[in-house]
């Protein structure tokens, strides 16, 4: 046993020799291959030193104070002042007595305080920066500060809520540097971006990541570029930039259950950002175009049964009375596919090719109506600061027909609601089973149209029902509370 012990152990250290004389010789050609490995990779990754040092000093940090109302402290015989100290200085009792406004204290008095932190960028060297709407939203004051440490006090010359963006001004002794504007409509997914802000206040802060998505949906008026950029309060209005050193985005937003960054932000393309700068310097303001309808999405189960190739468009739901639609011979039920010669392919596409088109100005309309194209010509209106939308009740009466195919007992619509609700025809459903029930049709619903057939009255409605195809799905245009929606329904058999 122990020769054998001994054995093994002289014949492990003449292995262990072997191995290191084979490994000392190899080593001349080892190292290089590692090295021309790490070379490779290093070569691999993109170096940000000139794109930073070319975009950071046109990079500003933006703080804002706000006016508010506190109660007046240290007062002579202020019974609460003590209370103060253990609770806040927003600690007000009610005190009996005292005038509307003015309970909770002996007195109230206006204080400017620190709001937020955010950034923006310059964009011309007379001093214009863009930066988010939110940023400065409610402010009293917004001081912007340059990579020089110089801080500036800003003017808004214009903000527009909806698309979270704003213009501010500055009159700089410094010469300022405008970041140039890229083209966000080339970006493409996995390409490298970069964000520079003041995230928690931290001035000039550069963090860096990849476009994760492009026209992310989020919005009527946004389709915004998504990232992994590292982006968290204090980020906001700051840029986004590609590796020329050109803003190709507005950092606006961030996905999170935490209120901080968690992996996905969202950026408003620059192209989008700088339409709405342009109007924003010219008026003060942003004008959008309307024409007057309602939609919603078209699902595949209705693009099928109304014989479109494929989920496309935007379903009208309702058409706003004497408004530009209804004038261009617009239906409830049309889908839109095309507004001046953009294909509509999402829902959302129409409300920004509509915004974006000047009032007064006519467009041409394409919608599917019966399995064919209509073209209308539309004369777009000016969309209101605020719309407010209507609703109708639904009163039914009687003439009683059975449950069919499709799970709906209908009865005839009166003359005075078809009036009311501006339609020609329709039947009212009085009853649901399934399929209708399950596809959630309810009483009260008006049926306006089955496939491509009109519904003038019950009647008309049981023989059109009867002749359906029980092999396929019927699409069915309903109208509830003055809004329709294609439902698709499969004749029970």
């Known amino acids: 046993m122990v020769a054998l012990h001994h054995s093994t152990t002289g014949l492990t250290k003449a292995v262990a020799t072997a191995c290191v004389s084979v490994a000392l010789a190899l080593g001349g050609i080892a190292a290089p291959v590692a090295a021309h490995a790490e070379s490779n990779t290093a070569a691999s990754l993109p170096d940000f ?157 550069v963090t860096s990541g990849i476009v994760s998505a492009i026209n992310r949906d989020t919005g009527d008026y946004l389709p915004f570029i998504q990232t992994d950029v590292p982006v968290n309060p204090g980020n906001s209005g700051g840029p986004l930039i590609n590796l020329d050193g050109e803003a190709v985005g507005v950092n606006s937003q961030i996905v999170s259950q935490s209120g901080g960054y968690m992996g996905i932000s969202l950026a408003i393309p620059i192209d989008e950002a700088m339409r709405v700068v342009d109007q924003l310097k010219a008026d003060g303001k942003v004008t959008r175009g309307r024409i007057g309808v309602q939609i919603s999405p078209v699902s595949d189960d209705v693009a099928s049964a109304l014989g479109l190739d494929e989920a496309q468009g935007a379903l009208v739901s309702k058409v706003e009375p004497d408004g530009p639609a209804q004038k261009a011979g617009v239906r409830s039920g049309d889908v839109i596919i095309d507004f001046n010669g953009d294909k509509i392919k999402h829902m959302t596409d129409l409300p920004r090719l509509v915004g974006n088109t000047k009032p007064g100005k006519r467009a041409t309309l394409k919608v599917w109506r019966k399995g064919e194209e209509v073209s209308l010509k539309v004369k777009v209106d000016e969309m209101p600061a605020e719309q407010t939308a209507h609703s109708a009740n639904q009163q039914d009466e009687q003439q009683e027909s059975p449950v069919d195919s499709l799970g709906l007992k209908v009865e005839p619509l009166p003359g005075s609601d078809r009036e009311k609700l501006g339609i020609a025809g329709g039947v009212v459903v009085a009853e649901t089973e399934e399929p209708a029930s399950a596809a959630g049709l309810t009483k009260g619903d008006i049926i306006l149209m089955v496939n491509d057939n009109d519904i003038t009255d019950p009647t008309q409605y049981g023989k059109i029902v009867a002749g359906l195809d029980e092999s396929r799905a019927a699409a069915i245009l309903v109208m509830r509370d003055q809004q329709s929606q294609w439902v698709a329904l499969t004749p029970r058999k």
């Open 49 to 205: 030193t000139e794109v930073i040092e070319k975009a950071e000093g046109s990079v500003v940090n933006i703080r804002t104070t706000e006016a508010v109302r506190v109660p007046s402290r240290g007062q002579r015989n202020d019974p609460y002042e003590m209370f103060r100290w253990f609770f806040g200085p927003d600690f007000m009792p009610d005190m009996p007595g005292a005038p509307e406004g003015h309970k909770g204290g002996p007195s109230e008095q206006e204080r400017t305080v620190p709001r937020g932190v955010g950034s923006g960028f310059i964009i011309s060297d007379d001093g214009y920066i863009i930066t988010n709407n939110h940023v400065v939203a409610k402010s009293n004051g917004i001081f912007v500060t340059l990579t020089s440490g110089k801080e500036y006090k800003a003017e808004v010359v214009g903000t527009d809520s909806r698309t979270d963006v704003a213009l501010i001004k500055i009159d700089a002794d410094d010469e300022l540097k405008p970041l140039s504007i890229g083209d966000s409509t080339s970006l493409k997914k996995g390409q490298w971006v970069l964000a520079i802000g003041s995230p928690f206040g931290l001035d000039s802060t």
